[in-house]
T-cell receptor, first 112, second 116 residues
Framework: GNSVTQMEGPVTLSEEAFLTINCTYT??????LFWYVQYPGEGLQLLLK?????DKGSNKGFEATYRKETTSFHLEKGSVQVSDSAVYFC???????????FGKGTRLHILP | GAVVSQHPSRVICKSGTSVKIECRSL??????MFWYRQFPKKSLMLMAT?????????EQGVEKDKFLINHASLTLSTLTVTSAHPEDSSFYIC????????????FGEGSWLTVV
């Protein structure tokens, strides 16, 4: 079945550091890929998405490229801020339904 | 603004009682809604898929008699936790889709349930 594996946290960085959170997936067909963010005390928010191979999703300085050859969708940001501290979930949905499968989440702490 | 609304956002109930959580799509008709549960410091676990006008499809290991899901209209799905126990305390979140593959999924704000 479909699954998502992402790097375990917590990840602690200093402000303005470069961020990478790795995510790989297993799926049949051509899934859509997502990154969701959950700020402390809040619900899930869609951060970015990509629906086909080589697509790059971007939002708020974050980027992720749909790499079919490596089945990856790594999240990157060139310069993180304290306000980026949150839990980040990599996710996918199959091409036949809208059921979303989530990775376990990566908690990110940004130090001032 | 929010396109999917959950209510209540926080609820405390006594052990043995039942509690209902509502999920409403505000700007569109949601033929399919999904219910997730998030354990502390864990990922979101899909509990069930709720289709308007039909019975919900539960994921393996989810007790359908304990977690009653009703999707009576195109804008409302409800999750009722029956005979709640402290181990049911969790964050429950719903999502809604207009029903065709590739469509954007919107998540509700989530509901924190504490059973005392």
């Amino acid at each position: 079945g479909n699954s998502v594996t992402q790097m375990e946290g917590p990840v602690t960085l200093s402000e303005e550091a470069f961020l990478t959170i790795n995510c790989t997936y297993t799926a049949t067909g051509y899934p859509s890929l997502f990154w969701y963010v959950q700020y402390p005390g809040e619900g899930l928010q869609l951060l970015l998405k990509a629906t086909k191979a080589d697509d790059k999703g971007s939002n708020k300085g974050f980027e992720a490229t749909y790499r079919k050859e490596t089945t990856s969708f790594h999240l990157e940001k060139g310069s993180v801020q304290v306000s980026d501290s949150a839990v980040y979930f990599c996710a996918l949905s199959g091409n036949r339904d809208d059921k979303i499968i989530f990775g376990k989440g990566t908690r990110l702490h940004i130090l001032p | 603004g929010a396109v999917v609304s959950q209510h209540p956002s926080r609820v405390i109930c006594k052990s043995g009682t039942s509690v209902k959580i509502e999920c409403r799509s505000l700007d569109f008709q949601a033929t399919t809604m999904f219910w997730y549960r998030q354990f502390p410091k864990k990922s979101l676990m899909l509990m069930a898929t709720s289709n308007e006008g039909s019975k919900a499809t539960y994921e393996q290991g989810v007790e359908k008699d304990k977690f009653l899901i009703n999707h009576a209209s195109l804008t409302l799905s409800t999750l009722t936790v029956t005979s709640a126990h402290p181990e049911d305390s969790s964050f429950y979140i719903c999502s809604a889709s207009a029903g065709f593959s590739g469509n954007t999924i919107y998540f509700g704000e989530g509901s924190w349930l504490t059973v005392v």
